[in-house]
């Protein structure tokens, strides 16, 4: 009997795993919108990752202001992934396409602390407005 609740419990139990994400850089999304990620505001958990999937050759990942300072910059047309481990905003854009608006954000445990570095630092173009909606909508 004892082996047997083991075997059911074990069975049900399932392990914890983070629940890592993928966002796509598109030239167009479904809705018509050029030049964007398929997420602009992905919000994880301490110790979980972000995979960027290119849709073209002409896209990239730069990381703009964090909470730890992290200075990153992908290669166009690469996949990339980064594992976030200290809590905050993120603010990224892809290079080529900043100007056009092409940002987003992470928001790693529910940590908006660093948000007014956030909105301070640097934007271009379309990229000015998008980045005040996208923090207005964390509020």
Known sequence: MKLYVFMITAFLSTPSFGADISIEMLNKDANGNKMVYS???AKIDVGETITWLPASKGHNVEIISSPNKMKFKSKN???VKITFDTP???YYWCTPHKGMGMIGLVIVGDD????????SAKAMGKSKKKLKNLLASLN
Request: glycine share 18%; hydrophobic share 35%; proline share 0%.
């Open 112 to 119: 908006l602390s660093n948000i007014d570095g956030i909105a």
């Open 39 to 41: 997420q602009e505001v």
């Open 77 to 79: 047309g690469k996949e």
């Open 88 to 90: 905050g905003i993120y």
